[in-house]
């Protein structure tokens, strides 16, 4: 039997919410603890089974780790890697997490070797990862794809390279940067992802010995050096996170203080979006108090890598739309099948339209309760978000999609005066 939440709506959030730091930051942290010849401790680490299973196949590579310190939003952990014997990833770790792509860059950059397993398919889309390869290939690795595993060797080490994205991918980035660290000579990666968690690998990076300038534009500069130190480093807050409590605040006529740090300069597009459709921020200590003005007003939104509005709020936002004045329209750029959750929205009594990457939402007056399924992380809270607002009871069978990235769903709730069961 998978889990199961058992939600009874309506419920109206209030209170406050510990945001953690971001997963998508974490995991690529993680990995970079590889490429050191010391210890490398990571503070506001949230507590997530992505995490969980990143340690473990850390563990698997030979990294000991331990948890210097636990608590219900975060966690510190020192990671020592100079008993690194094994340079595979092996297809029961990858299939469970895509991320974990994200040894190849510092494995081959600071041992000349990697075996990862290819990812396959998942639920939002084909994800492949040619751009990782390719970039790889680029900086003078050999790559050799045989039995499902990528090979990847570089026997002589590697060497700086400009490398120019087609497109703009996230991991694609990372992996390269991290690769490029200890690369001989120097790397210029264009049209670079901008994400603040690719500037938090960066700056981490950089606080280990690297030499990166250019982070957080969309090109980046990486002069190599010959080896990375101790450093200590405290994880960026999860801008996704903090995104999904903001639309709970709108979805349920509530309010809700997000705690974190500058948030507001993490969800630039987000925020200008939020306030069209009639959420009110305001600055306060250590974050942003996120209240309903009573209305929702629709809104068009066109999902677009960083600065731009992102893709991982877009199941969360729609949710809210369904109960919006009017017609919305949502265009998803990035993934081309992230609509799953539509199905189960329309279960809950939306009115959603889709053409290809479009949806038209088209606003109703309430939302009801009933079974539905996650097919995702961001779509399992997309489908929390409409049981809190809907009438009656949602039960959300396979919700393990939820806590790969969500920490403390029903605790953080819970503080805000919402109750969710979980089955
Ligand atoms: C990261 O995935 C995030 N994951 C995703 O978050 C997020 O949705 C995505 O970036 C976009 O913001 C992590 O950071 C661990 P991409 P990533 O490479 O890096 C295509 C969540 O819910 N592409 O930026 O895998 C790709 O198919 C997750 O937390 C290639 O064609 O995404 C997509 O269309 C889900 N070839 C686009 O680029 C490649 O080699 C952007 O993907 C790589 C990507």
Redesign the pocket.
């Known amino acids: 039997m998978t889990a199961k939440i058992e939600i009874i709506g309506p419920q109206k959030i209030n209170g406050a919410v510990h945001i953690s730091g971001a997963?998508?930051a974490a995991?690529p942290l993680l990995a970079a603890s590889l490429l050191s010849n010391d210890s490398l401790l990571l503070k506001n680490i949230p507590p997530l089974v992505d995490v969980r299973t990143m340690l473990s196949l850390l563990e698997e590579l030979g990294v000991s780790f331990h948890i210097i310190s636990d608590s219900v939003v975060s966690q510190t952990i020192s990671l020592k890697t100079d008993s690194v014997n094994n340079f595979t990833a092996p297809y029961e770790i990858v299939k469970k997490m895509?991320?974990s792509i994200l040894i190849l860059g510092p494995l081959l950059s600071k041992f000349g070797v990697c075996t990862v397993s290819l990812p396959g398919g998942c639920a939002?889309?084909?994800?492949?990862?040619?751009?990782?390869?390719k970039g790889m290939e680029a900086l003078g690795a050999k790559i050799e794809l045989k039995d499902g595993y990528v090979h990847a060797t570089a026997p002589n080490g590697l060497r700086g390279a400009e490398i120019d994205f087609p497109?703009?991918?996230?991991?694609?980035t990372e992996n390269i940067l991290m690769a490029a660290v200890l690369a001989s000579g120097t790397t210029v990666l264009k049209n670079a992802?901008r994400?603040p968690?690719v500037v938090d690998l960066a700056n981490c990076l950089n606080k280990m010995g690297a030499d990166i300038s250019g982070h957080g534009t969309d090109t980046i500069i990486v002069n190599g050096v010959a080896n990375l130190h101790h450093a200590e480093h405290s994880v960026v807050p999860d801008r996704?996170e903090a995104g999904t409590y903001a639309i709970a605040a709108g979805i349920t006529g509530g309010a809700v203080d997000l705690l974190g740090g500058n948030l507001r300069e993490l969800l630039p597009s987000f925020i200008e979006k939020m306030e069209q459709t009639g959420l009110i921020f305001s600055d306060i200590d250590n974050g942003l108090r996120v209240q309903s003005s009573g209305n929702i007003y629709p809104i068009d939104i066109s999902t677009e890598?960083y600065p731009g509005f992102?893709?991982?709020l877009q199941a969360q936002t729609m949710a809210m739309l369904c109960l919006a004045d009017g017609i919305s329209n949502i265009c998803e750029n990035?993934?081309?099948n992230r609509f799953m959750h539509v199905a189960e929205l329309l279960r809950m009594g939306a009115d959603i339209e889709i053409h290809n990457a479009h949806a038209k939402v088209s606003g109703v007056k309430k939302l009801t309760g009933a079974q539905v399924m996650a097919t995702?992380?961001?779509a399992s809270f997309s489908l929390v978000l409409a049981a809190l607002a809907a009438n009656g009871k949602t039960v959300i069978d396979r919700v393990y999609h939820l806590d790969r990235?969500y920490s403390c769903v029903k605790e953080k709730l819970a503080g805000c005066g919402v109750v969710i069961n979980r089955l």
């Open positions: 997963k998508n995991l895509r991320a939002i889309g084909v994800r492949p990862i040619d751009l990782h390869l497109i703009v991918t996230v991991t694609g992802a994400e968690e996704i890598p992102p893709t991982d990035i993934w081309e995702d992380l961001r990235g």
